[in-house]
């Protein structure tokens, strides 16, 4: 199931690729893009919405509802 959060805090290509590694330790088959510059992340994977969102959370940042 494809799902987009908007995330804000993502500064750097460094923080783009922590989201991509929170949300992968999760679901390896994950597909994740992270895009700073648009404040999105484009998540296809069978986790529920909110566990995604707090995975991203745990990396320090806001995910907005």
Do not use: W
């Not at 991509?20 to 895009?35: I, N, P, T």
């Not at 069978?46 to 991203?56: G, Y």
């Amino acid at each position: 199931m494809k799902q987009i959060f908007t995330v804000t805090g993502m500064t750097c290509e460094h923080c783009e690729k922590a989201v991509v590694r929170a949300v992968r330790q999760l679901d390896r088959a994950a597909e994740v893009q992270a895009d700073r510059n648009t404040n999105t992340v484009v998540v296809t994977s069978e986790q529920s919405r909110e566990i995604l969102a707090q995975a991203i959370a745990d990396e320090g940042y806001t995910v907005a509802p």
